[in-house]
């Protein structure tokens, strides 16, 4: 009787490996899905308002408004960003190319009015916060696309965010170096595989605590492009809270070259 159990047992086990492995196989690759992502089409030029929220643990909000202008040159991409209201931070801009070479470090600028000075800033300040919101540096240059070379990806599950199904995939930094310059040892990314969409990503801090939820909302087709107009990012230490929502979003319109130069961010909008 006891060499019958442990038979059954050990079937029951290799029943369990047999269909957990089936499971993995019938997943599509990470890396796969993380590519489609990034091969999302944006159009080659976009225009845009963009309104942001900033709330404190304790309700306290504060507010601004910017216009955003991006624009692709092959597979490079630029994108500057003005802020127009309130006073206090009016004619700041944030500069930056984002280059597919990936042996070639992205370029970034950031204007402060108060100083009269452009600032570089470096590759390894890109986890740093962006004024005063949720999202870093590298969440501003990327757009919910993802520094591919950054992770190594596995798809763990499938599970449904708000109604649409979505692949659950782990994103885990290369190394310490690069955990270290993002700010988060890895994330959890929610991909919509219909349209190659980022809905929900959590980040890990550098030693495994949640970091930031991010909420990728009203998503809908603006010229024909699938368009983000609103993503809600919640910081699980400090408790702060930023939504952005974009309107005005316009693909239409040529957008001149001249914006995309540290003179562009002196002279403003």
Do not use: C
């Amino acid at each position: 009787m006891k060499m019958l159990k442990t038979t059954l047992l050990g079937i029951a086990v290799m029943a369990v490996i047999s269909v957990g492995s089936a499971f993995a196989a019938d997943l599509p690759d990470g890396r796969s899905l993380v590519e489609r992502v990034n091969a999302l089409d944006e159009g080659e030029h976009v225009t845009r308002n963009l309104h942001m929220k900033m709330i404190d643990r304790h309700g306290k909000e504060r507010e601004r408004d910017t216009v955003s202008f991006r624009k692709y040159y092959g597979d490079d991409k630029k994108t500057v960003i003005f802020y127009k209201t309130p006073s206090n931070v009016k004619d700041t801009a944030f500069l930056t190319f984002d280059y597919k070479n990936e042996s070639v470090d992205d370029d970034q600028w950031l204007y402060l009015p108060a100083m009269r000075k452009v600032r570089r800033i470096s590759a390894s300040d890109r986890g740093d916060y962006f004024l005063g919101t949720d999202f870093t540096y590298e969440d501003i240059k990327k757009e919910g696309k993802v520094a591919i070379e950054d992770y190594t990806y596995n798809t763990v599950g499938e599970e449904t965010i708000d109604g649409t199904k979505t692949y659950k995939v782990e994103a885990v930094t290369v190394d310490a170096k690069t955990a270290k310059e993002l700010g988060h040892s890895k994330a959890i990314i929610w991909i919509d595989p219909k349209i190659n969409l980022v809905r929900k990503s959590l980040y890990y801090d550098l030693n495994g605590n949640e970091l930031k939820t991010l909420i990728t909302k009203e998503v809908r087709k603006v010229d024909g492009i699938w368009t983000r107009h609103v993503l809600d990012v919640q910081n699980h230490k400090t408790g702060h809270h930023t939504i952005f929502t974009f309107s005005e979003v316009d693909y239409k319109t040529p957008v001149e070259d001249r914006r995309f130069n540290q003179q562009s961010l002196r002279k403003g909008l």
